[in-house]
């Protein structure tokens, strides 16, 4: 079975700094791998997406993603963070064969600081 | 760009009460789940369901919980006997595809068992 940690729990940063969330999985072939965030009182919205091809993956709000199969990592990242992307992210992993249901991994709080 | 919409946004039940959880999905997709997040935890998987039927379900979707699809457009979630661990953020989502097909979520519906 697949799993997805988020080693933390919180992060602040400073707006205009880069953001780097971290994501590990475990799951034993290619997973699908992807980028949620929840902004209080709102739903998942999806950030972007790994099924395959290029590592390098760019999602909405300036987001990009790369995929490192050698550190079952998935490490979201921003050069420029705005007071907007003050939220929550979560990080989840699929099956690329067969079905399972996707797994969150618990998710990172994101303080953007002045 | 479409999207899923929950109803309510909020729900006050007391503990032994009966409640629904109100979806409609986007109307081209074929895939529904829903997921439930616990405050301060992870979003957890809950149930999928295709061509009328359940797809796979998770250990804390017991006989307490069914859902349906009752016309084209709904798709419920119903808890029979709610508990106050039945406390949580309840999201539905939709996908066009079993696999590699991101899910969309809706905005949730906040469930309060006192």
């Known amino acids: 079975a697949q799993s997805v940690t988020q080693p933390d729990i919180h992060i602040t940063v400073s707006e205009g700094a880069s953001l780097e969330l971290r994501c590990n999985y475990s799951?034993?072939?290619?997973?699908?791998l992807f980028w949620y965030v929840q902004s209080p009182g709102q739903g998942l919205q999806l950030l972007l997406k790994y099924f395959s091809g290029d590592t390098l993956v760019q999602g909405i709000k300036g987001f990009e993603a790369e995929f490192k199969r050698s550190q079952s990592s998935f490490n979201l990242r921003k050069p420029s963070v705005h007071w907007s992307d003050a939220a929550e992210y979560f990080c989840?992993?699929?099956?690329?064969?067969?079905?399972?249901?996707?797994?969150f991994g618990k998710g990172t709080r994101l303080s953007v600081i002045a | 760009e479409p999207e899923v919409t929950q109803t309510p946004s909020h729900q006050v039940t007391q503990m032994g009460q009966e409640v629904i959880l109100r979806c409609v999905p986007i109307s081209n997709h074929l895939y529904f789940y829903w997921y439930r997040q616990i405050l301060g935890q992870k979003v957890e998987f809950l149930v999928s369901f295709y061509n009328n039927e359940i797809s796979e379900k998770s250990e804390i979707f017991d006989d307490q919980f069914s859902v349906e699809r009752p016309d084209g457009s709904n798709f419920t979630l119903k808890i029979r006997s709610t508990k106050l661990e039945d406390s949580a953020m309840y999201f539905c989502?939709?996908?066009?595809?079993?696999?590699?097909?991101?899910?969309?979520f809706g905005n949730g519906t906040r469930l309060t068992v006192t």
């Open positions: 989502a939709s996908s066009a595809e079993r696999t590699n097909s991101p899910l969309h």
């Open positions: 989840a992993v699929g099956a690329n064969s067969g079905y399972t249901p996707l797994v």
């Open positions: 799951y034993g072939a290619t997973p699908y």
